[in-house]
């Protein structure tokens, strides 16, 4: 499987996942534009190097983002929204406010990444867009219905969009993640390890690592899956089985 030199949007996602994908990503000929806080990185086939965007802090500001740096982004063939945030909360804790900023960021902040990049024409008509789920979506887990919930409606957007943009020959589709093996690299998520019945133990296949995320995502970006679109494929260990 082969990128070579297409221009893939990263948006979003960690540097403990992201520096260990880039690699595949490297290796597999594409040019990476990762969009993230405080800079964005651009890869060429060997290296990595910072580029002086401004941080994005929220979904008000991708227009301008995207208006301020028109002329020096390509149009992208591929693009990877990598955007999320989570949290656990008893239901007693889930008010409106809470839905309403993992909603924000976990799927409406997708929606208007993609809608702003087809109306400025920045993906390429036979592209390929792609969205970082999760298997919670499908799951029911005590403490994580705000999380999950959005994630769900992450699902939805990914469906709905592959019909909207199958006239342009752009394919969209989710991968829905279990716990890979960087996520416990982060503080608040061992803590959900913790106290939630969700453990990395009910994977029976093992932790998913980056690499393996990165091969799935290069197979959904490249040319040889060209008619695949609106799918959820699971990236679990089998967890969601349980």
Not at 138 to 157: E, F
Not at 211 to 238: H, P, Y
């Amino acid at each position: 499987m082969r990128l070579n030199n297409k221009n893939i949007l990263v948006f979003g996602g960690d540097s403990f996942l992201w520096d260990e994908m880039f690699v595949c990503f490297i290796e597999s000929g594409a040019h990476i534009y990762w969009v993230n806080s405080p800079v964005v990185f651009e890869s060429s086939t060997s290296t990595v190097e910072k580029k002086a965007f401004d941080t994005i802090q929220s979904i008000e500001t991708y227009e301008t983002f995207l208006n301020q740096n028109f002329e020096v982004l390509p149009n992208f063939d591929g693009v990877v929204f990598s955007l999320s945030i989570g949290a656990l909360r008893p239901l007693n804790l889930t008010k409106h406010t809470n839905l309403a900023s993992l909603f924000e960021v976990n799927c409406m902040a997708f929606v208007e990444l993609v809608r702003i990049l087809n109306k400025k024409k920045k993906i390429n008509d036979g592209g390929s867009i792609l969205a970082y789920s999760s298997v919670s979506s499908l799951m029911g887990l005590k403490t994580k219905l705000a999380y999950a919930v959005s994630k769900a409606a992450l699902n939805s957007a990914v469906i709905n969009l592959a019909a909207e943009l199958s006239s342009k020959k752009i394919r969209v589709n989710g991968i829905l993640k279990g716990a890979l093996t960087t996520d416990v690299n982060h503080e608040h998520v061992k803590n959900m390890f913790t106290v939630s019945s969700d453990t990395a133990g009910n994977q029976e296949l093992g932790m998913s690592t980056p690499t393996e995320l990165a091969n799935l995502s290069i197979f959904l970006l490249c040319d040889q899956v060209k008619t695949m679109t609106g799918t959820l494929v699971k990236l679990d260990g089998g967890y969601s089985l349980g």
